[in-house]
């Protein structure tokens, strides 16, 4: 079973529409948990960590399920901008080890 | 600040040739990391160093050697190239405290032939 496992997509949505994407994860002794941005043909970027209480950055919320094992990603008011690959990353924390889901596309649509 | 750099950017090799590329940090982080990342496959660690002077395998390590020559530059060798080894290879460092960020350089696009 993989590590990380995240829905493909594609998921194509209108500008404005409210979007979520979900990642599950094998290990329970898993410790930290992060969204990357991917640009086509481009290096990850971190967009948020996320910490076991939720956390929100502007139009973007993250929530962790740790009984469950999943991780989520809420884009409200999607803009054009957004259209990118969105990567769900775990950490166990032993020998620095990050683990990548294979990415949810997004392609917002004027 | 240039952060991660990455040399090649670009690189074709016929099958058994060897080839080393380049990973330099300038952010003072103690973490570095090689990833390879194909179509359907996400990014799969390759080897990672903690520390100057230590180097740890990860999740695909064959077919692949590693030097972290000093705490900047972090190097990828390929010994004897093969069609599977063609990819995307990106490098990646990280400060050794929260928010625990990797930073990525902008990747190697290696063909082997």
């Known amino acids: 079973r993989k590590e990380v496992e995240q829905d493909p997509g594609p998921f194509n949505v209108p500008e404005g529409a409210t979007v979520a994407f979900n990642c599950t994860y094998s290990?329970?002794?898993?410790?930290?948990f992060f969204w990357y941005r991917q640009d086509c043909r481009k290096e990850p970027k971190l967009l948020m960590s996320?910490?076991?209480s939720g956390n929100e950055d502007g139009r973007f919320t993250a929530q962790l399920n740790r009984a469950s094992q999943y991780i989520s990603l809420l884009i409200r008011d999607s803009k054009l901008s957004d259209s990118a690959t969105y990567l769900c990353?775990?950490?166990?924390?032993?020998?620095?080890?990050?683990?990548f889901g294979t990415g949810t596309s997004l392609t917002v649509i004027p | 600040n240039a952060g991660v750099t990455q040399t090649p950017k670009f690189q074709v090799l016929k099958t058994g040739q060897s080839m080393t590329l380049q990973c330099a940090q300038d952010?003072?982080?103690?973490?570095m990391y090689w990833y390879r990342q194909d179509p359907g496959m996400g990014l799969r660690l390759i080897y990672y160093s903690a520390s100057e002077g230590t180097t740890d395998k990860g999740e695909v390590p064959n077919g692949y050697n590693v030097s972290r020559l000093n705490k900047r530059e972090f190097s990828l060798r390929l010994e004897s190239a093969a069609p599977s080894q063609t990819s995307v290879y990106f490098c990646?460092?990280?400060?050794?405290?929260?928010?625990?960020?990797?930073?990525f350089g902008p990747g190697t696009r290696l063909t082997v032939t």
């Open positions: 990646a460092s990280m400060w050794d405290r929260a928010p625990y960020e990797q930073y």
């Open positions: 952010m003072n982080h103690n973490s």
């Open positions: 290990n329970s002794a898993s410790q930290s």
């Open positions: 990353v775990v950490n166990r924390n032993t020998g620095n080890q990050f683990y």
């Open positions: 996320v910490y076991s």
